[in-house]
Structure formats: C-alpha cells, structure tokens
C-alpha cells in the first residue's frame, strides 16, 4: 500500500495511530479545561502578574528535570506500559487540585503542578517514541501534523469551552473533567499493542544511556541545530501565555474565563491552517523544510511584537490567530527533520532533550514576563517577547542561505545557528 498522502488518509488507513491519536484528543481537551482553571484560580485568589507566571514556570521546570530522565525510560522500558501508568496519575492529580480552592491553601497549585507536568512529560517521552513507529517515514510530516492538530482541536473546545464552565460553575467542573479525560485516554491506549515499544537499548546505566543520548544529538547536524534555535526562540515565546492572559483578564476584562476565548481562537485557525498545510509541507523536500521552520518562527515573533499596541479585543483576538498561522507550520518540518535524523533506539532520549531545552526556556520566560507585567505596560512586555523569537527565525533563515544544515548524515555541531522549534504555545 502507499503512504498516506494527507491526514485523512493516514488516520483512515491506520487503525492503532487512530486509537493514539483519539487519546491525545481527549486528554488534550481536559488539559486546556484545566490551564484556563487555574489561572482563574490564582487570580481569583489574590495572584498578581508574577504568580501566574510564576505558575507557567513550575509547568515546565519538569520539562527539563523529569523529561529528560522521562527519555531515557521510554528508550529502556515498555513504551506503552509508561503512557498508561502516567495518565492514570495525571487523573489522580487533576483531581487534587481541588485541594487548592482556597486562598490560604493556594500554594499547593505549585507542587501539584509540577507534579502534574512531571507525569505529563514521562508521558510524552514515551508517547513520541512509540507513536511515530505506527507511521512511514514519509507519512512523518502527516504524523506529526495529527499530533499537533488534536491537540488545536480540542484547545479551540477546551479553551472556549473551559472559558464557559469556569465562568458560568467555577472551575471545580473544569478539573474533574481534566481528570476524566485522562482516564479516557488511558483506557484508548490500552487497546494499541503494535510499534516499537521497546527501543533495545543495552541494559548499563542511566546516566551512561543519558550522556550517550547527549553525544548522539550533539554529532547530529540537524539535531544540534534544531537545539539551539529551541534555547533562543523560547525565551520569548514561553512569556506570551503570561502577557495573554493578562491582556484577557486584566486590559479586555473578559472575566474569569476570558483566556479561554484566546485559546479557542487559536486552536481553531491553527487546526485548519494546519490541515491545509500538511499535505503541502510531506512534499517538500529538507531544503523547503527548513525554510517553513525559518519563517514561521520569524513571522510570529513579529506579530507577536505587534500584540500589545492598543486596540480592542477584537482585533487582538484576530492578531492572535494571525501568530496560531504562522505557529502550527513550524511543527511538522520540524519534528519531520527530528526523527528523520533519530534512530529508534534514541528517540527518547533525544526527543526529550528537544523538549527539555524548550521547557527550560519557556519556564525562564514565563517568570521574567510575569514580573515584567507587575512593573511594565503589556505592549512593552509583548515587544521584548517577540524581538528574541523574530530574531532566532531570521538568524535560522540566515544560516540556512549560507549553508546546508539538513543533511542527515552531517555529524557536527551547527554552532552558528541560534534560533529554533518549539512546543507550542
């Protein structure tokens, strides 16, 4: 049979990719229920500009200590075993946080985040390592698109729809659900067996598996250069989820809920941007790839820059969907170039190093915009969020003229380049 030449195709085709591809839809929507909760929830209670970044940074400081170990686990134990235990936990801790509902108990949003965000890495280690098995090499841009797509989907519903249930009931709704769709997709990846679930990794170590994992990116052309332009791009782009929320909440007053219209406004034309694009990105080649990868990170940090100069929030709303565009392009070159230079045997360790390098970099830009908000006018914090983002794209476009770094087999360092991928708002 031949590949899959679009996203229909590849889901239709793909019986186990499909039953992956539902859970992450599921747990997607509930995470979004959850994100808009909480901020409400700190805010409601007294949280000031820097508590809600402060709240971003312990989301992804796990990024850089559990997923990276979360790495080496997918590529030395049961890649589907790991993805089942952690959702189950994450149920368990989306429910905890009502604890928090309260404001002399409001701290523990801090411990129970990172705890949810340490499972949630663990499990995205091993999900990235046992789900592109299910898929061709040349249906990668399709896979990576279907795993990007879920979840704009359901950040368009669970934003809008989280937006909705918080205002309407108060956010104690929002985290049951979170907790319910984790076990819905546990219960949907319960029914895949098919893959890689075991990479085949010799039994010594763990910290010689992580220096191994380390040494295999750092001689990886594509893989080193994809690295730095993630450290460069993230320091601006982790801060714009703290300066959005405060544009909904505290400028267009949009109530308790009122991120939740942001997200939805973004997971919506990001999903049906990207749609369109997938197709059209799988034909490219590694040069045009790369160039996609150049643009979309220079384009959204210019609009992002753009994000804070007055206006209503309907144009605002607008401008944000406009960075959603130029944002859900950027996934499927990127990660295609990814694990087209990954082995198997490697893929966790090196595809949580992608994410750790991109976690440490939101978490330090989430705190310095959430103080930067409590002593700055927003349209000053937008501006220095998106100068280093507009920056790594147009140095990442520069380096891609002057030289080839999309050669697979290339084993050095690309030093020159400095910008790079992300995770997604």
Do not use: K
Not at 305 to 333: F, K, T
């Amino acid at each position: 049979m031949e590949p899959a030449r679009t996203l229909r195709e590849l889901l239709a085709r793909n019986r186990d990719l499909r039953m992956l591809w539902l859970g992450n839809l599921v747990s997607a929507c509930g995470g979004w229920f959850s994100a808009v909760a909480v901020f409400a929830m700190v805010y409601a209670h007294g949280g000031a500009g820097l508590a809600a970044g402060l709240t971003l940074a312990v989301r992804y400081l796990p990024g850089v200590l559990a997923g990276v170990w979360g790495g080496v686990l997918a590529d030395r134990a049961d890649r589907r075993a790991v993805t089942l235990v952690t959702d189950v936990l994450m149920a368990v801790f989306a429910v905890a946080f009502l604890l928090a509902d309260d404001p002399g108990r409001l701290w523990l949003v801090y411990p129970l985040t990172f705890a949810s965000a340490a499972a949630g890495f663990v499990f995205q280690a091993a999900r990235n390592a046992w789900m592109p098995s299910l898929a061709r090499p040349e249906e990668y841009p399709l896979y990576s698109a279907a795993v990007q797509v879920n979840g704009l989907v359901f950040q368009a519903l669970g934003g809008v729809a989280g937006g909705l249930v918080v205002t309407a009931v108060g956010w104690r709704w929002a985290f049951a659900a979170n907790a319910a769709s984790f076990l819905l997709s546990a219960w949907l990846t319960a029914s895949v067996r098919s893959g890689d679930r075991f990479a085949g990794v010799a039994p010594h170590g763990w910290w010689r598996s992580l220096r191994e994992g380390i040494a295999m990116a750092a001689r990886t052309r594509a893989i080193a250069a994809l690295l730095l332009l993630e450290a460069v791009f993230c320091l601006g782009l982790g801060g714009t989820i703290t300066a959005m929320t405060y544009l909904a909440l505290r400028v267009h007053d949009l109530g308790q809920g009122g991120a939740g219209w942001f997200y939805g406004v973004q997971g919506v034309v990001g999903s049906v941007v990207l749609v369109v694009a997938a197709s059209r990105i799988r034909a490219l080649g590694p040069s045009g790839r790369h160039l996609v990868i150049g643009l979309s990170c220079l384009v959204e940090g210019v609009l992002t820059m753009l994000l804070g100069l007055p206006s209503g929030v309907l144009p605002a709303l607008a401008l944000w969907g406009l960075i959603a565009a130029a944002e859900v392009v950027y996934g499927p070159a990127a990660m295609t170039v990814l694990l087209t230079a990954t082995p198997n045997e490697a893929r966790g360790r090196v595809t949580s190093l992608w994410s750790a390098t991109a976690t440490l970099g939101l978490g330090v830009s989430a705190v310095g915009a959430g103080a930067l908000l409590d002593r700055l006018d927003v349209g000053v914090v937008f501006a220095l969020l998106g100068l280093p983002m507009a920056v790594a794209g147009g140095a990442w476009l520069a380096v891609h003229r002057r030289r080839d770094i999309s050669g697979d087999g290339g084993r050095r360092i690309a030093r020159s380049a400095d910008g790079g991928p992300r995770t997604g708002h």
